[in-house]
């Protein structure tokens, strides 16, 4: 699968007022993030061995118009190609009616237990 959307209905716990700007009952930036997070770790699941997991590594992300709390979003994901080996890239954007942001969020493939020891420590 080198492509995944999901529709979301903008929540109160996805707006901004949640996020640091009282009373702005919009879809925030952080949000959104968490959505496209999840997005591509689901799209990135399948191809994993067993024992294996991605991070997010890197985010570069335009947030160019609101979206009301109540309004319907699709979340956008695309393989892009990949970086350095186990990295991937991916094109992000959320569409509404009219692009509401983009950008390439990047994951890397790393050992589960590994990383857990690693932040157990």
């Known amino acids: 699968m080198t492509s995944n959307e999901r529709r979301i209905t903008v929540s109160p716990d996805d707006s901004a007022s949640r996020w640091g700007n009282p009373g702005i009952e919009v879809l925030s930036t952080p949000a959104i993030l968490g959505h ?3 997005l591509c770790a689901d799209l990135l699941e399948p191809q994993l ?3 294996e997991m991605t991070v997010g590594v890197q985010v570069v992300m335009n947030h160019r118009a609101p979206a009301r709390v109540g309004e319907v979003v ?3 994901a695309t393989a ?3 970086g350095s080996p186990p990295r991937f890239d991916f094109a992000v954007k ?3 009616g009219s692009v509401l942001c983009d950008g390439v969020h990047q994951r890397a493939v790393v050992d589960a237990d590994r990383f857990r020891a690693r ?3």
Do not use: F, H, Q
Request: aromatic residues 0%.
């Open 119 to 121: 932040i157990s420590a």
């Open 94 to 96: 959320s569409v509404d």
């Open 74 to 76: 699709v979340i956008e």
């Open 80 to 82: 892009a190609g990949s």
């Open 36 to 38: 496209v997070e999840r």
């Open 49 to 51: 061995a067993p024992g």
